[in-house]
């Protein structure tokens, strides 16, 4: 979770108060270019495929960590 927060904190500028890994991505204030460049940046930040994630607006910070989790299960 920590490094979802600390991306979402550098690229885009949010305070880590209001970062809630209850809210989804549309809540954070997220729009489509904004979740690819999320994804992206997840992707390169923690050596996964590229495009292995995705993300959707509706999606938690705790569905993303699942997400992730999977995948490094699946390696």
Known sequence: MN???????????????SISENKTLE?????S?????????????L??????LSLMSEMT???IENSIERLKNDK
Do not use: C, Y
């Open 47 to 52: 050596g996964l495929p590229s495009e292995s």
């Open 27 to 31: 809540e954070l204030g997220l729009d």
């Open 61 to 63: 910070l705790e569905d």
């Open 3 to 17: 490094e979802i927060k600390s991306i979402l904190i550098n690229m885009f500028e949010m305070e880590e108060d």
């Open 33 to 45: 270019i904004s979740i690819v460049e999320l994804q992206s940046g997840l992707e390169a930040t």
